[in-house]
């Protein structure tokens, strides 16, 4: 079906929008377009408190949920925070882990982050674990250093995933060009596979994040290095959602599938 040497992933990060009735309308739309065999697999991250209705609204379609972040520790006097079981039973089967506005709002460092996504795996969560550099860093050449650090003790398990996502690209209508994001997804593989392997490292998918819309998604999938997207603003219209999916269809083919 794809020349592609990783199975590619559509993730939407609704952050802090949507209701549930939101969310429900939303199922609907997104199952009613859906191709029966959708190029990617697909993934939304509604917030904590909407993830049992649109883990339902989608039971049985290969859509899953996931939650926008977890604690490290199983369970404990943690008020305001999620754990990997309780995502597991509201019905997630993913996690982001360490978004830049998580790191920004609450002071996640690198170390919690890592701690976060060893939760999430040893809970049987699919973690995908954020980073990139801030506008400051890019300016000042450190780009590499950067995500360099936030990958330094990454754990090597074939369930995890990681996400390029830009600081200064996210929610700013500033998309990477396809350059930069390959080159820092080129970067992110060939540090991890002097760490932990070549096989690992071509195993790993890295998804990219930052503005994406159904205008630029094409010209970004065409990379090799990119293997699918972490959507925010756009995830959250179905019809642009899919239009984002078809970006991994084979060429030629119907993104719709066929009737
Ligand atoms: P935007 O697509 O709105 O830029 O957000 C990207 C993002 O942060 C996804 O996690």
Redesign the pocket.
Known sequence: MSDRARRPVLAG?WKMHRLRAEAADYAVALRAGLPAEPPAEVVLFPSFLSIPTLAEALAGSPVEVGGQDLHAQPEGAHTGDVSAAQLLDAGCRWVLCG?S?RRRDHGETDARVIAKARAALAAGLRPIV?VGESRDERRAGQTFDVLDRQVAELPEDPALLLAY?PVW????GETATPEVAADAHRFLRERLGRRLGEPYACRLRILY????TPDNASELAARADIDGF?????SLDPRRFLAILGAFAPSGADPRGTP
């Open positions: 990060n978004h506005e954020c996502e690209a996210i929610g700013t994040g930052g503005s994406v972490l959507v925010g603003g756009a």
